[in-house]
């Protein structure tokens, strides 16, 4: 998948009105938290249901509260543009263990969302698992130490071969891609992470005792700040 393939739209454009999916389209959204306004915020609160609104109580940090909020109201109103129902309406099972599905009429939409430092971000799919993960680059001693927990012995190779400079933006491209998958596929963290491989070129999952890349799926990443990257994992349409 190039970044073509999921359509991101402007945030702004949500409110321009309905944008109706078809059968394996997907859109998504993404959104810089740094400089909005406080009072959005609190306007964004108004969407949330109570479920969510306890979650982001929970925040000590007025920053991490805040990007919950942002990335929880960004994607009810994507969800909202994509189906045509106001986005305080939209009402969600939230089964232990699974992650969340719009209920009713409008099962159908698949939903990820994401957020870090200063971004926000969500992917909407019609009728195929997607999964998006954004993170804020930071500059790490121990990447090394991090990616023996997270990464198979060809992704310790890759990040052991590159410059130290280059080796925490390295750990991220490969972090943000399995995320990504793990979200999409529903199994986070019960999938180990070191039982799969990410491929760059061309973007791809290999299992690991497997040669060949994961067939079925398609994978994007970009850049969407100089301090953030972007990866989207989307299962094809049959």
Known sequence: MSPQDVHFIDP?????????????????????TADLDPAQFEAWLT??????RQHAARFHQPR??????????LTRLLLSACCGAPAESLQFHRPPDEKPRLLGADAVLRFSLSHTDGMVACAVAHGQDIGLDVEAMIEADDVLDTAQAACTSAELALIEAAAPDARSSLFL??????????????EGLSRPLDSFS????????????????????DFAQIFPSPRHILAVATRCAE
């Open 64 to 73: 991490h509260r805040q990007d919950y909020i942002a990335a929880h109201a």
């Open 173 to 186: 491209r490969l972090w943000t891609l399995k995320e990504a998958f793990l979200k999409a596929t529903g």
């Open 198 to 217: 990410v491929q760059f070129d061309p973007l791809a999952v290999i299992l690991v005792g497997d040669h060949r890349p994961l067939t079925g799926w």
């Open 47 to 52: 969407l949330l249901d109570e479920h969510e």
């Open 12 to 32: 702004a454009a949500l409110a321009c009105g309905a944008q109706l999916l078809s059968s394996g389209q997907a859109q998504a959204c993404l959104l810089a």
